[in-house]
């Protein structure tokens, strides 16, 4: 491949190639970085990652300008793409910076599960309470197929719904009024 273009050429090459994987690597942490925030929003210790949600949305905002450039340079049809001018280390700068970001954030996720202990009692409970509502459903249809074969025995044996006894006064109250 150097061999193929000049000694200038090449090197112009590779740099933008290198700045633009530099980019697309920031970029991506920066996306993973909102990703674990938002969900570490929704777990128990919500509150503590709001404000690294906010940071990483930020540094993410910031992230994508470099490939928004790029991009819109490439569709104007310019071809030559350059992330900086002064072709320094200004684009590994972030990159370092969100490394230690989300360093950062996985530390303080580690941290928060070892100083916040789970809330035992509270679990316990919630346990309980499906169990007991299962439980509770069981022997109520338990009760309910009792009450049916009963019902169902009752009609067998007298042919109505009510107790023997019943039928046979009913009918001698009516035999006394008749």
Same mark, same amino acid.
């Given at each position: 491949?150097?061999?193929?273009?000049? /000694?200038?050429?090449?090197?112009?090459?590779?740099?933008?190639?290198?700045?633009?994987?530099?980019?697309?690597?920031? *970029?991506?942490?920066?996306?993973? +970085?909102?990703?674990?925030?938002?969900?570490?929003?929704? $777990?128990?210790?919500?509150?503590?990652?709001?404000?690294?949600?906010?940071?990483?949305?930020?540094?993410?905002?910031? $992230?994508?300008?470099?490939?928004? /450039?790029? +991009?819109?340079?490439? =569709?104007?049809?310019?071809?030559?793409? @350059?992330? +900086?001018?002064?072709?320094?280390?200004?684009?590994?700068?972030?990159?370092?910076?969100?490394?230690?970001?989300?360093?950062?954030?996985?530390?303080?996720?580690?941290?928060?599960?070892?100083?916040?202990?789970?809330?035992?009692?509270?679990? /316990?409970?919630?346990?309980?309470? =499906? @169990?007991?509502?299962?439980?509770?459903?069981?022997?109520?249809?338990?009760?309910? /197929?009792?009450?049916?074969? @009963?019902?169902?025995?009752?009609?067998? @044996? +007298?042919?109505?719904?009510?107790?023997?006894?019943?039928? *046979?006064?009913?009918?001698?109250?009516?035999?006394?009024?008749?």
């Amino acid at each position: 491949m150097f061999f193929l273009f000049p /000694n200038n050429l090449a090197n112009v090459i590779i740099y933008t190639m290198t700045m633009l994987l530099i980019a697309l690597f920031t *970029t991506l942490l920066c996306f993973l +970085s909102s990703a674990a925030t938002l969900r570490f929003i929704l $777990s128990r210790q919500g509150w503590f990652w709001v404000l690294p949600f906010v940071i990483s949305l930020f540094f993410l905002y910031i $992230s994508i300008s470099p490939l928004y /450039n790029i +991009s819109t340079q490439m =569709v104007l049809g310019t071809y030559q793409v @350059e992330i +900086s001018g002064d072709r320094s280390v200004r684009e590994i700068i972030p990159l370092i910076i969100i490394i230690l970001w989300y360093t950062m954030i996985i530390t303080f996720r580690y941290a928060l599960k070892r100083v916040v202990p789970d809330n035992r009692h509270l679990i /316990n409970t919630e346990k309980n309470l =499906v @169990e007991a509502r299962y439980l509770e459903h069981i022997e109520h249809e338990k009760y309910q /197929n009792r009450l049916k074969k @009963e019902a169902k025995r009752i009609i067998d @044996e +007298s042919g109505t719904l009510y107790p023997f006894k019943w039928v *046979t006064l009913f009918d001698e109250i009516v035999r006394e009024k008749s």
